[in-house]
């Protein structure tokens, strides 16, 4: 009999106890996780060592479900561990605390999964993992590095079991009110009631404005108490400031903007607690980092103080470097991946070490560079180094001058071997200096450490105690914590130190057999030893281990897999031996929309989905690490997790669809859109009128316009729905899925889902997505908040983007200046019309990148968007056509006719368009050439660059003869206005097309 | 190495879940005790069984000190224990969890202290103990009665152990700080930082207005839950009200009917979160219930029911019953010894059983009736019973009728044996009943548990479950459970069963030694059997032992005891083997006030304190229960307990000293008096009024103007400081104390501390108490707040008292009217005339107490009232002196004398007052002598009763003779009004005297 809940607390409790943690109690105030007690929050800051361990049952609000999910609830059991400093091996003390409540590694499929913990309330941020237990998030595994704003050092390493889910595991029941708490008692006789009654209060009881009172008042307080310098205090009140919000949040009250103001205060209240706590700690003197000594230790350790020389290999050998980590997130995985293989090549040449092939491989646990072979020693080599200039080295008798023997002694040679020589014109002293090639053992001892440290991850972690590393060093960032280290030339191990670990020969198995330690005889048999462990240590093997096992699988189901690319690469990299598991569903799921049911199984699970003739089957296929020992158990673990994750989109689903998709309307209204600009509700009427006023301008017919009325007034509906509150990456999609379950047309729910694609398919859809963005980016400028720098809080690049891609692919003639102009007069707040001229540049901006990026040439871009920005999908033809312009062979030709027109025009002072042609004064014959050409083939302005350029061309050779024979600049003023005003005619045709002058070569 | 505190809470979890309790966590919302956490508020309602164990930081924002007190803090960590329903030997079960985690009784005093628990602010009460481990409290154990207004069944026992108390216990250390957590960090370095951060916060800068408007809105959330049926989100708010409400009492903002209207407010939330759950489990058919098993016994178990035929002694026994319980209050013994004395003897002559002496003896923990001889049988007698008339049960011939055959079938005789007798002036018919005496071990069988029964207490709870009574009984009520029974005559036992339990011969020896069983082999070696068991029976034997241990105790330190015989008697009470141990503790602590000293010594300690001269020794003497093992423990332990109570003494009169009394006087205007009547600081301006005009009244000199003028000034000051407010008993003490030690006169001091006596000794200590008690009843009363039936919350019969008494004693003559009058102008709000009037009436209500109390006969009480109450001490001198002339031999002549005037008069009906005499008009002699013997004894109209009845003693001759030789109603009207005037001269001598017709023989 498995231990039933108290049992597996009793035992973790005893477990942590003996490994040193204080044992504290769950916290007297709600918290949403146990990181908030101040167990955690506080003592995780400052120098002082701190090991801990507690149960905390965390309040979440809006993870209630009435009691009717299996595993989500808004109150869960974790139990909390903090190690600080990092003890070295805290995945396999965790793993052994697992084993002590009876999870055995090898009947399970145990995994790190990347988790970025973040949490803004308290400026807290940390680098780890979900432990997953059969596909099950059991644990949260963090690196903490920086908790109210603080960085953390030394690094404490959090640990968080979910109790439930872990005794879900062990006891393999199906939700969990079905748990033994004792032995004659179950968790849903403890627990059930309680939280059918939480999830009412949070959800349709809790008092909106009582709640928002309650929290200025508790935020004052906590103000209070930091004035007077009372650090738990003030926590406390930030603690209930959080749980108030939680409730609010939940009630679904607090809006975008809203919630920022909020997390912002909250957020620097953890700050200023997070300081308090840290001045007082040392004006205390850090009392228990006395009392556990301060002995530091220098970098190395005995071991390596004391080193022997090494070896000098007689002939060239195999090299191997394997980097040991803790599981690597996947992407980090192929950076660093890629970063060696440009990095190793350029070193060893570099180094002068003539090598064999280098081979870069990797899984999550470790980064190998491997070398057929690698020469035993650098050649010998001279370098002829330049000294100071020949007459500052000697004098006029040769005699060297103290600039000359400092120079000598510097590079090791005599005065007298120095050479003199020219170089840039003046002449120099030069000393040739020979260089002895070194062991490649020595020069590899000395750059392996280097080369591990240029790895760079887009975010690193540090987790080395300061008495572990040398002073002023902050130790070394890496993705994960590197916990060995193997390197080895030939059988000569390669000593150096990196992260306070000793390199040496011996290599960690795979997780599920407890990592074993496995001594690598010698660089070439690396490859064996590795598979024999059962590692697939190449990429594209385990990918294509994994699609052929999926596929097999789909296959017994008569299915086929649902294999993308994204998905298939990043499981590739979160296993080191992929064995696939079939699981199924209950097919009542499948009436769930198909892209909750996918996005479930891929985004949550990473599990490759199984269709048939294009319908999903109620299977999926899991990817274990490991073999298939207790590949059941594996199984209905993850049959399980799935189960329950559909069952909470099921809840959501069937919740939101008690009333129509319209109904939820009016909750619009609780959401704030922006302080200024109202709510999501005042948006979305905004957006009805902006959207009749784009119909026009669109042209859409009479049902179309019918059509868009209904989706826009629809289209914020589902944000307010459980499902998109759920997962806002829904949103849309659910509209359109509740919008056609609610007897909407076809056609209308279709706009409403196609909104937030980059480019709608539905020319409805277009005006909807394009009332949406045109009036946020219109608002949120007159609310002055535009983009800045790297911020841009409310996505408008991505809004501008979305106005002009639509527009352009639709090839849609559209007047942006005339929409911003509507838009304006419907916001709640002045638009000035500098402001709306701001709003058109901005997007002007945008679409020169979208130019840009499709390949055009830049100069073509801007010269097409000097004379038409306003106007995307016109621009975009312009440009399109310019660009085959200047790729002809006699553009230049072309473009230098129609620049002397130009040109000359610039040189003169007088306003253009001021002039006229008067035929009367024509006098030379390429004069009137040019102006009959002129009147034949200009019969209106042209609209495209076609057009222009066409019309050019035929015009060159009455211009060039013209230019060559005319004196434009005629002495006669009468005369010489004239000319020009001919010459401005052909300038003139390109206004409002492209400003050709902006091109290379005008 | 004992425990440290971690591995005591592992060791109490791994205890009490071996036990087969739920595991449950510490609540997440601050509680001031683990009863608040719903795993025993809720679960403790209806039948389900449950028993749970879980540790409860628990939260009282006034018990902070700062960090500096050893033992005492704003949180404490209790380990909380529900046993629901009682397990028989819950006290057993508690006593071996103490062993386990290393507390061995046979080392310590471990007792068990009277502790009627009771929670206004969740409906609650509880009849139990404090457990006191060598002089600490180290656990509460309750037996729940009712909670949230909802009485109990089964009754559900609650332990909270104290654990900071426990270890400090077992560590033998000064403070808590002390204490090991872990190995390596101590209780202080995790927690006495935020000690004095929380304590701070709660006593100085929480914002009070915050606070109240949290509150409210908290109760309107708990209102709204309640509203939707969710019990626990509403309790959850309760939770959150009741810590509101503590930190606004900690800041001081909480007035005395404020606080009523608070806990009337959370009483009601609480009725109604009981209500509800009740309702909810009803619903859910307790689902507990029936997971347990529903199996109910029936009275008695398997042994007692097939019980074989009793031996019927043949000569006189002794007999023996002892009542074996849990520790009764002290008390609750005497009580139940004096039950037992009266009614012993009246059972033994009811059932007509010869006896030898009866006696009757008690420790806490078993009743004992013992009889040196007891018949074997009861005699055999004949009884006459009454049955119908005569004419009814035999017809003219003597035929018995159908009423004479049922009345003799009745009966078991035969009609011919019936028999006709006269009585009540009817005749009747007769049976003549024989009844055959029974065996006294069957008599006492049937009545035992009726003796048992019948005693009561003043209050008693009920234990047994359900499962153990029979249907519709509600078990058994005691003072505290009784857990075994002996009855024995001479060696027979005397089979029956009460409360569960089943006599026998087995009775239990002393706490210390683990209570072993013990057999009795026959009544008369009961004695023996106690004494070697340690156990002194008689009371007045253990008092003995402890006055005399106390004295030589004392001696060894040269000085005396103060051994005061309530505590003497009550410290008799808790023990069955006394044994004095003197402990000591710091001389710094005797700069205290005496009355604190003692106070503390004497009420929370049970010691007996040490004097030398008048003066306080720093020495104690407690009173141990066992024998001296151990002894030095017990000491220290002591030691510790005293010197945490001191220094906590000392804490507060050190900050209280801060300021001199005066400045706590401002303070007074947070604390609410009466709603309508203002805060303390208005009644204060009120009293410095009145006393003025009191003082007046009492013509009181330049120097005592002062003096009260400053006493009543600083008299409430003391209310607000620290010292009273965590021992209210001290007000007045600690004022007159400050007031010295703030420069005060000493009057002034003086005064402030008598203010409370029910009789102030000086002349300014009195017109002080006049003026405070006549502002609280003026006030009150106009404010609705007079007494009704039993309810008097202010305490406005005992202010009456305390206006009358001093007024008697000091002699003083005082108008109450008029006072009262002058008060009335005062008040902030109307006292009508007619409340004036009720105000007055009800001081003369307790003046009639007072008098009556003082032995005076009703009818001279009456008399003197009903002609004087608005002078107390002239209306008690009144009764003083006609008391005296009552009890005259020759009263009857006077009274009677003076009668024949008075009811002459009433006969007639003109108006009394309205005749006067005509000399002229006088005509007969005796009608001229009364006449002249008035003119010539009355001078004046009496003023006091011997000056009243000296003259009608002077005037009964001439009385006399006038009635019997006059005709005082004439014929001739003149005449008659003449002589009637004549009388009415005398009649009116009493008037604002004594109404003499009151008086009995009138």
Redesign the interface.
Known sequence: MPLNF??V??TL??FW?ER????W???????GAGTMN?ATFLRVLGPEPWNVAY?E?S?RPDDGRYGENPNRFQ?H?QFQVILKPDPGNPQEIYLDSLKAIGIDPRQHDIRFVEDNWEQPAISAWGLGWEVWLDGQEITQFTYFQQVGGVTLDPVAVEITYGLERILIGLHNVKAAWELP??E??TYG??RR??EF??S??YY????VQ??R??FE??E??AE??LA??????AHDYLLKCNHTFNILDARGAVGVTERQGYFRRMREIARRVGEAYLE?RKA?EY??LK??GTEKKGIGNGASTARSPLPTPSAPLPFLLEIGTEELPAADMDTALSQLRERVPALLKELSLEHGSVNIEGTPRRLVVSIDTLSPRQPDREDLVKGPPADKAFDKDGIALPAAMGFAKKNGVKTTDLQVREQDGGKYVFAVVSQKGRPTPDVLAEVLPKLIESIKFEKSMRWLPASRRAENDPGAAFSRPIRWLVALLGDIVIPFEYAGVLSGNTTRGLRPYDSPEIMIPSANKYENVIREAGILLNKEGRKASIVEQVNQSAVLVGGEALIEEGLLNEVSNLIEMPTAVMGGFDREYLSLPREVLISVMKKHQRYFPVQKNGKLLSHFIAIRNGDDIGIDLVRQGNEHVLGARFADANFFVREDLRQPLEAYRPGLSKLIFQTKLGSMLDKSERMLKLSAQIAKMLELDEVQLLNLQRATYLSKADLVTQMVMEMTSLQGIIGREYALRSGEQKEVAEAIGEQFLPVPTSKVGVALALADRIDSLVGLFAAGLAPTGTKDPFGLRRAAIGVVQPLIEHNISFDLSEAIQKAAKLQPIEVKVEVQAQILEFIAGRLKVVLNDAGYKHDVVEAVLAAQSKNPASAAQAVKQLQVWVEREDWNSILSGFARCVRILRSQSKDPGSRTVTESQIIEAEEKNLYEAIRSTVHRAPSTVDELLNTVVALIPSINAFFDKVLVIAEDETIKQNRLALVEEIANLSTGVADLSKLEGF
């Open positions: 108290q049992q607390i009793l409790q005893q106890a040193g943690c204080v044992l109690q769950p916290y007297y105030t709600q918290v101040p149960v049952p309040i109150q059991y708490w004792t004659t008692i006789e403890v009631q309680e009654e939480h009412k209060y349709e009881v809790g008092d009582a709640m009172e309650v008042r508790f004052r307080e209070a108490c007077n310098g009372l650090v738990v205090p007082q205390l009392p228990l009392e556990q």
